[in-house]
């Protein structure tokens, strides 16, 4: 079992940047593969992106590639989003997951979810 704590949102400008931390604790944090989740309202949670449990293989959606990037410290035991270029449609419930061993871009595949934090970008 691993407990996800995100922190970091809050209300940006268009254009501007964010970085939102996921702490981890419990069991062993390199024993999972990390991701992110959104969720806007009315909407469905999508995929944001993912890293490796060690980290040396992400993937993000085609809609945050470029812009957005997930990097973690598993001493730490942190993953992070850093986001640039933000646009009003990237405002969202942020969600960080883990889920055992490989990356995965579902979020039913992920085991472990942390209870969110909002992201609100102005125009």
């Known amino acids: 079992q691993v407990q996800l704590v995100e922190s970091g949102g809050g209300l940006v400008q268009a254009g501007g940047s964010l970085r939102l931390s996921c702490a981890a604790s419990?069991?062993?944090?390199?024993?999972?593969?990390m991701g992110w989740f959104r969720q806007a309202p009315g909407k469905e949670r999508e995929f944001v992106g993912t890293?490796?449990?060690?980290?040396?293989?992400?993937y993000y959606a085609d809609s945050v590639k470029g812009r957005f990037t997930i990097s973690r410290d598993n001493a730490k035991q942190m993953v992070s989003l850093q986001m640039n270029s933000l646009k009003p449609e990237d405002t969202a419930i942020y969600y960080c997951?883990?889920?055992?061993?490989?990356?995965?871009?579902?979020?039913?595949?992920?085991?472990?979810w942390g209870q969110g934090t909002q992201v609100t970008v102005s125009s």
């Open positions: 997951a883990a889920r055992t061993d490989r990356t995965a871009r579902t979020s039913v595949q992920y085991e472990y």
């Open positions: 419990g069991d062993t944090f390199s024993r999972f593969a």
């Open positions: 890293i490796s449990a060690m980290g040396g293989v992400t």
